[in-house]
């Protein structure tokens, strides 16, 4: 069974929620509340939130901040992520990830599918590990939010999902950079 790790404690993870948006604000940002209360709703801890314009100077500034902070576990990001002239998220995740986790997209294309075809295909949903500290992009609709936390995140970031899942593994992520 594959979520059979109720001997497990929980273990809460400190997660970032970025939106990438020329338009929207705190008041008006759907798919960051739809992160936002998943998150929480699921036991782990909403550190901090931003919004960014779609500029990937910026994007790449607000990643490498929440890096260096070792109280941010995970960033999750909405928005940019299509194929439009402004869509630079993906191009900004590239740029700081130490290691790329690629089946998480192709996974999130994969269940996107089944919802709404084609579609999907105009989707850059990407993930990585840069300084010990995970990255999704995500989709800017609340929809794509819903499915790539329904449907993969709440499982990866719960340490009791069997046979594994991405807290486990959290010890291990900056292992290249300790001196032997």
């Not at 109720?6 to 008006?28: C, G, W, Y």
């Not at 500034?61 to 070792?70: F, N």
């Not at 995740?93 to 295909?121: C, D, M, N, Y």
């Amino acid at each position: 069974m594959a979520n059979a790790g109720a001997e497990r404690s929980f273990l809460p993870v400190n997660i970032a929620v970025l939106t990438v948006s020329d338009s929207r604000t705190l008041a008006d940002d759907r798919s960051g509340d739809t992160l936002a209360e998943r998150l929480t709703a699921a036991g782990h801890k909403l550190v901090q939130r931003a919004i960014v314009t779609d500029d990937k100077e910026l994007i790449v500034a607000r990643l490498k901040a929440w890096i260096a902070d070792p109280s941010i576990d995970a960033v999750l990001a909405t928005g940019g992520t299509g194929v439009t002239g402004r869509d630079v998220t993906p191009e900004a995740f590239e740029a700081v990830f130490e290691k790329h986790i690629p089946g998480f997209g192709e996974l999130f294309r994969w269940l996107s599918f089944q919802k709404i075809r084609t579609s999907t295909i105009q989707s850059r949903a990407t993930a990585g590990i840069a300084g010990g500290t995970y990255l999704f992009a995500l989709p800017g609709s609340p929809g794509a939010c819903r499915d790539a936390w329904d449907d993969i995140l709440v499982h990866q970031l719960d340490n009791r999902t069997r046979p594994c899942n991405f807290v486990e593994l959290m010890p291990r992520l900056q292992e290249h950079t300790r001196q032997g």
